[in-house]
């Protein structure tokens, strides 16, 4: 192992060459991530001549020129993954080859440098949507002055937790406005390698007020002035369950004396702004000390 301070410096102090698939790309093993897993990393060479790249070493994440968090839709934010000179020297080996048609692959778990207080601090990043950026070299003969730095940049990943909804629990509707009374298709899909459990009484719904905040609205009568006995479906990773709402809401249960006593009343929903909302549990262990019951959201819709 070499101290490469120097060359860490150029390589960072070089302009950035982004490529893609078809040349020299980044492929990760899984779309989505839990805190505390590792991301299988491949720098795959698809070109025709030898690529250089410190990830084909004996410290392959020290090729990791950024590691970005998307902070508002397509707003990316570089997250510092390592201490780096002046603050600490830099101890990272040479870059390995990469011959034509072969991957250097790597293990690395997600930490975010937080500072040198009290020795090198480190934390899992917070869940959200994230991509990386590896260096590599393309090197024409012996020469060091005629070798060129590149990088190029992973596709997005998820990293989190079972709080983390946004793409491991799909809930699609098939409109974004519906005429008075029609029929609401609603699709949720497990896309998670887990074994979800769903609410047993199905999807609950939510209005916008005039403030922009959500307010939910009763589907059925709920405990305590009901006691609704029901199973707790469970979703198989990759299925999916279809459903529809038909703009019924719950407004009460009959009264003593009136022809519906003691059935639930129904009412057509009022014109305004609604989304869908599925309570869900992730069972990732078997004995069930991490089950806890998250929530999914669909895009908002209106009714007219």
């Not at 970005?68 to 002046?86: D, H």
């Not at 070299?137 to 997005?156: A, C, F, K, L, M």
């Not at 029609?182 to 887990?194: F, G, H, Q, R, T």
Request: a negative charge.
């Amino acid at each position: 192992m070499k101290y490469n301070k120097l060359i860490l410096i150029l390589s960072i102090c070089f302009s950035a060459h982004f490529v893609y698939a078809g040349e020299v790309e980044i492929s990760l093993d899984k779309a989505h991530y839990f805190v505390g897993e590792k991301v299988k990393v491949s720098l795959v060479n698809n070109t025709d001549d030898s690529i250089y790249s410190v990830a084909q070493s004996l410290t392959p994440a020290f090729a990791m020129q950024s590691f970005e968090f998307e902070k508002t839709p397509n707003v990316w934010e570089r997250i510092p993954i390592r201490c780096e000179w002046p603050d600490c020297s830099v101890d990272f080996d040479t870059p390995g080859e990469i011959k034509a048609g072969k991957a250097a692959t790597f293990p690395w778990e997600p930490k975010a440098f937080k500072g040198i207080k009290d020795g090198i601090q480190y934390a899992s990043p917070e869940a959200g949507n994230y991509r990386m950026t590896i260096s590599y070299q393309i090197r024409q003969g012996n020469d060091p002055s005629q070798w060129t730095q590149h990088t190029v940049r992973s596709e997005e990943f998820s990293l989190g937790n079972a709080d983390l909804t946004v793409k491991d629990i799909d809930l699609q509707i098939d409109k974004d406005k519906y005429s008075k009374g029609e029929e609401v298709e609603i699709v949720i899909k497990n896309n998670l390698a887990d074994l979800i459990a769903l609410d047993g009484l199905g999807f609950d719904l939510q209005k916008k007020d005039e403030a922009g905040a959500w307010n939910g609205i009763p589907r059925h009568c709920s405990w305590p002035e009901c006691d609704i006995d029901h199973d707790v479906p469970q979703l198989e990773p990759g299925k999916s369950i279809d459903t529809a709402w038909n703009q019924q809401i719950y407004v009460g249960m009959g009264k003593e004396g009136e022809e519906d006593a003691g059935r639930m009343k129904y009412a057509q929903a009022e014109p305004g702004t609604y989304r869908i909302v599925w309570t869900y549990q992730v069972r990732k262990d078997k004995d069930g000390t991490k089950w806890k019951w998250e929530q999914v959201y669909s895009k908002e819709f209106n009714i007219e």
